[in-house]
């Protein structure tokens, strides 16, 4: 994939303040299933499987079907932190979920990639 490309697809994936959340939420608590992701979320479990099924060019399931980040996936998480570490009570506070905070986490994505 070319740079154009990555960039719209971190665009596209990363839009969405739920991926970001899902993200943060792996790089601090590791390996997590659907549903002990979708209960960390307050969201269904349909939901949560539709936003993990768009992350799948940054996770990978282990053997007991958790799912985990993988190289790309640390990646983003360095990208949307800014190369902070932040506990997951920190991000989620940043992130909402409306619009406002929507491309807030693309601005830091786009912002990220230029620099670079």
């Known amino acids: ?5 990555s960039q719209e697809k971190f665009h596209f994936v990363f839009k969405h303040p739920l991926r970001c959340f899902i993200v ?3 790089r601090a608590n590791g390996a997590l299933n659907s549903s002990e992701l ?3 979320l307050s969201i269904n ?3 949560c499987v539709y936003h993990l099924d768009n992350l799948n060019d940054f996770i990978k399931k282990d053997k007991k079907h958790r799912y985990l980040l993988n190289e790309e996936g640390m990646k983003a998480h360095k990208l949307l932190l800014g ?3 932040l506990k997951s009570k920190s991000f ?3 992130f909402s979920d409306n ?14 990639l230029v620099q670079e």
């Not at 994939?1 to 490309?5: D, E, F």
């Not at 905070?101 to 830091?108: D, G, H, P, V, Y």
């Open 1 to 5: 994939m070319n740079l154009k490309g």
């Open 24 to 26: 943060d939420l792996l």
């Open 38 to 40: 979708s209960n960390l």
């Open 45 to 47: 479990l349909g939901r």
């Open 83 to 85: 190369q902070k570490t």
């Open 92 to 94: 989620i506070t940043v």
């Open 99 to 112: 619009h406002e905070n929507e491309s807030l986490c693309t601005k830091r994505i786009s912002l990220k």
